[in-house]
């Protein structure tokens, strides 16, 4: 008698692969040494198939879908890799970058960023799509952070960790469309907000500068996100 | 407890009252006519007729939609008697003409034998224009609540999801997915607890179906929503309107409350086990709610934005529970099936679009509406006999319809049936029902700029190509109405729509790109005209001269 999940196989680019039924495609793939880009998804916290980048073909569905929030299903048969994809995401990339102001040569984040590495990956030279040039702010008001809504992609990555590991909530979203962006407390000055524990966590989570700790000048932002897993870990110990 | 036997009662009550009057004039009191002070209208006419002292001879009743939204305030006395733009003066001539035996007042009559009349199929709209939104006992004269108390007496469950199958209904929200199928999807879904949700936040503009429904039949909807939660075994409803529906939320909470009362809301209905209850929940003015799943989030508390289905809401929708959720004319589709059966409601329409659909006829048309017409009924029939054609000696060109998902059609497709396959068939679709009628005087990109202007407002900012790409095909649009596109331009508007259609998270962002691909289809010859020649054949865009954009 079968009390877990049940198990699915399907194949992922024509490699025949085996899968608890609640995981996801990305899972699967990355299990299987199959990469799928992602910018939005982020190992540890909840996917919420935001940017579209990880959008992979399944057999007999017309629209590609999005592989970090895509459960497996028996005989799938899913493509991760096509001409179709490719342009897509190019054209999410392309997107993303002339949303907000992305000036990589001037960014603390230059050389440990996401949304760059993508960039180089697809071989993102110049953009079809204009410039969008928004005017946004820049908070430093935190004694050890600072958020420039300029180099955010809206990931809500941010977000997700202060939520679901830290549990303190301090972050969320306002507006909607292009105006919608990252705010602390009730759109309130970082540095004033009250439910912030000052952990740092959002800033190692975020793909790109948008989020750093000062002192760091271009090129000196790195990223480090080992204690996610870990602190996964643990709690789901406790759980147990 | 109450039972078929108390609504007889308050029927035959009622029709004792009503039988006492010798004429019945009615006022409409939704929201167009409102507008326009039929409130004040109906004052005078009962001050009239108190002063005349015809107090128990002539009754005077607030109804909801008649209809003909154009000619408003309406007015009918009995049956035949139809007045148009009537003021509160002319109640002193309404009343009088009354108290000299019936006589009808020339210059208020309408004409109530119009096809924009007779060419309706009302079953949704069967007592739009009938009965005192207000007043429960009107609902029950009207054969109101029956189907509910009938249903628990007699049907399982399993029953009642038959008969809607049987019916054919499909869900008038826009997707057309098969009613039936939903509940009973829902029915075998497992769950400690289920939910059913009515989808009133309708938001396409010119739309104004759901809204004239719930200010002039609030009850049948709650009917309607009261029969699906005992089908899939729910016990909790919520009414999700927006809160620019004032009008209907307050008749809304008002006919809760009265249904509360008559025991027809509220614990162990009919004394059988099944409970009930209604809460109205407010819309914050977010089109993107109207998706279910943003919905679902904004019942919850949460910001508005949709999520990746499935799983759908079906099997795990509101606090993670199966969830019933249903568009208004859906579930005010319920009660007649039930009534009549299932077979009655397959007998109308076409072979694949059961029954009938209500649409609010907008735009450059005679007689600009709400209308409630069989499946496959022509367009041409729509717009021609029951919309009265284009004024103004101006000649038809495109229609569009499902709001800002939907797309235009042509003239050319006129005579195309209106039903869920055709009008994908042709790059629309059903939508919500709005319908707006356009003339020579409108200019094709400018329409779709438009819809894209209110794609991209609407946008929540989820998924990238939703929130960035319907910045850049509004911009591209913009281009092309002041005449500084390139041919270019028109290559990146197509792959962007490519790429909006096929990568959003949600039917928003998927179907933004639909007015635009819609009119490049039909229309291509307009593009053309703006991006080569720089100019508006409909005279609507301001092309600048001679601006060359540098850099």
């Known amino acids: ?240 | 407890m109450i039972t078929l036997e108390d609504l007889t009662e308050i029927a035959a009550k009622e029709q004792e009252t009503r039988s006492a009057a010798d004429h019945h004039v009615h006022v409409c009191v939704a929201a167009s006519c409102l507008s326009l002070k039929s409130d004040l209208v109906k004052e005078s006419l009962e001050k009239e007729v108190k002063q005349n002292g015809l107090a128990g001879k002539v009754a005077v009743k607030g109804v909801g939609c008649m209809g003909l939204c154009m000619a408003g305030p309406l007015v009918t006395v009995g049956d035949g008697v139809l007045y148009q733009n009537v003021t509160p003066e002319d109640g002193i001539d309404i009343v009088k003409g009354l108290a000299e035996g019936a006589r009808p007042i020339s210059r208020l009559e309408g004409d109530s034998k119009a096809p924009f009349f007779t060419k309706q199929v009302k079953v949704v709209l069967e007592n739009c224009g009938k009965i005192d939104p207000e007043r429960v006992e009107d609902y029950i004269a009207a054969d109101g609540y029956r189907a509910l108390l009938e249903t628990l007496e007699n049907k399982t469950p399993v029953d009642v999801c038959h008969e809607i199958q049987k019916s054919g209904l499909r869900g008038r929200g826009g997707g057309g997915y098969p009613t039936g199928l939903k509940w009973s999807t829902v029915l075998k879904s497992t769950g400690a607890r289920k939910y059913v949700i009515c989808n009133a936040d309708e938001g396409d503009p010119g739309a104004f179906m759901d809204r004239s429904l719930l200010e002039s039949d609030p009850h049948r909807v709650i009917e309607g929503m009261a029969i699906g939660a005992y089908a899939v075994g729910a016990s909790h409803g919520y009414l999700y309107v927006r809160a620019e529906y004032p009008l209907a939320v307050k008749r809304l909470k008002a006919a809760i409350k009265q249904a509360e009362r008559l025991g027809l809301l509220g614990t162990n209905i009919h004394g059988t086990p099944f409970s009930f209850t209604v809460d109205v929940r407010l819309g914050a003015g977010a089109f993107v709610c109207g998706e279910e799943t943003a919905l679902i989030a904004s019942i919850e508390g949460g910001r508005g934005t949709p999520r990746p289905r499935p799983p759908y809401p079906a099997e795990e929708g509101l606090w993670g529970y199966p969830t019933l959720i249903n568009n208004v004319e859906t579930f005010a589709n319920i009660a007649p099936i039930l009534r009549n059966g299932g077979a009655w409601f397959a007998s109308l329409g076409t072979a694949k679009s059961k029954g009938t659909k209500v649409f609010a006829l907008a735009g450059r048309v005679r007689n600009t509406g709400l209308i409630e017409v069989p499946m496959g009924m022509p367009l041409r029939e729509i717009i021609e006999d029951i919309g009265g054609g284009v004024p103004d000696g101006r000649t038809f060109k495109a229609v569009q319809t499902g709001g800002p998902s939907g797309g235009c059609i042509p003239a050319p497709l006129l005579d195309m049936p209106v039903d869920y396959e055709s009008l994908a068939q042709a790059g629309s679709m059903m939508g919500s029902g709005g319908m707006i009628v356009m003339d020579d005087s409108s200019c094709m990109p400018d329409v779709a700029k438009f819809f894209m202007e209110f794609c991209r407002t609407e946008s929540c900012g989820k998924c990238t190509p939703c929130r960035v790409g319907t910045v850049h095909m509004h911009q591209i649009l913009q281009k092309i109405c002041s005449g500084r596109a390139t041919e270019a331009d028109l290559a990146l508007l197509l792959d962007l729509c490519d790429v909006v259609k096929n990568t959003s998270l949600c039917g928003l962002g998927q179907t933004s790109p639909n007015p635009v691909l819609s009119t490049l289809r039909y229309f291509k010859d307009e593009y053309t005209r703006h991006v080569i020649d720089k100019k508006c054949g409909a005279s609507v865009c301001k092309i600048r001269k001679d601006e060359e954009v540098h850099g």
């Open chain 1, 1 to 240: 008698m079968i009390t877990g999940p049940r198990i699915k196989t399907l194949t992922i680019d024509d490699k025949p692969v085996g899968a608890r039924e609640d995981e996801t495609i990305l899972t699967i793939a990355r299990e299987n040494g199959i990469r799928i880009p992602t910018l939005c998804h982020l190992e540890g916290l909840t996917p919420i198939g935001g940017c579209r980048l990880c959008l992979v073909e399944v057999k007999g569905i017309a629209r590609p879908v999005a592989a970090c929030v895509t459960s497996v299903q028996e005989g799938m048969e899913v493509t991760t890799d096509s001409p179709r994809l490719t342009q897509y995401r190019r054209m999410v990339l392309e997107l993303l970058f002339s949303e907000r102001n992305h000036v990589c040569s001037v960014c603390v984040s230059n050389g440990g960023c996401d949304l760059q590495d993508l960039a180089q990956e697809f071989g993102l030279t110049h953009l079809t799509v204009p410039y969008q040039y928004p005017r946004h702010k820049v908070d430093a008001s935190h004694p050890w952070f600072t958020l420039d809504h300029n180099r955010c992609i809206l990931c809500t990555r941010c977000v997700r960790v202060c939520d679901e590991i830290e549990g303190a909530h301090t972050w969320d979203l306002f507006g909607r469309g292009m105006q919608a962006r990252v705010i602390t407390d009730l759109n309130q000055p970082w540095g004033s907000s009250q439910t912030c524990t000052g952990c740092g966590k959002c800033v190692h989570v975020c793909p790109t500068g948008a989020l750093s700790e000062k002192g760091k000048s271009v090129r000196e932002m790195r990223k480090s996100r080992e204690f996610l897993p870990y602190l996964r870990l643990m709690r789901q110990g406790r759980q147990v």
